[in-house]
């Protein structure tokens, strides 16, 4: 069956930088691409943009272009969100889905707090 | 694109008809999802294109509308949809609208 399994919840300093992975089975990982979405904590849904996973080409959201990196390690069916620089408002959940939205990871909590 | 739902929370009793609204600032041509979040979990894709059930998803859900409304009905509501509620569009980049949480009267 299909899975994205995302890695374990993080707690981290400001400053700090922090790699999340998604894990894709059950289907083969470079017909679709990856997105990644945010959810501070009582909050919405907020869009932080793409990969290509056949080209590795993210393409990022207007909020998310400074800090924030989207990386593939395709020979494992991964996927990747790095976070440099760690600000308080980092502290959320970020979620992977596949290119199509209809399968979900699990979702990773990232805190950040000194 | 903004994205306006409304009303932002919904109470209503098992069996009800329940209709909830998502505005987009502009034209979406139909480029839009219906998404269920229950506390805790991801996000569950329900309708998209704004009227095409997900597979696997009861039928009880259907969407609808057309330009810049768009509407989420759940004919009979049961105690398993209580959840938030989210729309997005995918007509031009893609936004989501603020969510409807829908609880039980």
């Known amino acids: 069956q299909i899975q994205l399994v995302q890695s374990g919840p993080e707690l981290k300093k400001p400053g700090e930088s922090l790699k999340i992975s998604c894990k894709a089975s059950?289907?083969?990982?470079?017909?679709?691409?990856m997105q990644w979405v945010k959810q501070a904590p009582g909050k919405g849904l907020q869009y932080m943009g793409w990969?290509?996973?056949?080209?590795?080409?993210?393409t990022y959201a207007d909020d998310f272009k400074e800090r924030f990196v989207f990386s593939l390690e395709t020979s494992a069916s991964t996927a990747y969100l790095q976070i440099n620089n760690l600000k308080n408002e980092d502290t959320a959940t970020y979620f992977c889905?596949?290119?199509?939205?209809?399968?979900w990871g699990q979702g990773v909590m990232v805190t950040v707090s000194s | 694109i903004q994205m306006t739902q409304s009303p932002s929370l919904l109470s209503a009793s098992v069996g009800d008809r329940v209709t909830l609204s998502c505005k987009a600032g502009?034209?979406?041509?139909?480029?839009l999802a219906w998404y269920q979040q229950k506390l805790g979990e991801a996000p569950k894709l329900l309708i998209y294109?704004?009227?095409s059930l997900q597979t696997g998803i009861p039928s009880r859900f259907s969407g609808s509308g057309s330009g810049t409304d768009y509407t989420l009905t759940i004919s009979s509501l049961q105690p398993e949809d209580v959840a938030t509620y989210f729309c997005?569009?995918?007509?031009?980049?893609?936004?989501f609208g603020g969510g409807t949480k829908l609880e039980l009267k």
């Open positions: 889905a596949r290119g199509s939205s209809d399968y």
């Open positions: 294109n704004a009227n």
């Open positions: 502009q034209n979406i041509n139909n480029y």
């Open positions: 997005q569009q995918y007509n031009s980049w893609t936004t």
């Open positions: 990969i290509n996973t056949q080209t590795g080409k993210p």
């Open positions: 059950g289907y083969t990982f470079t017909d679709y691409a």
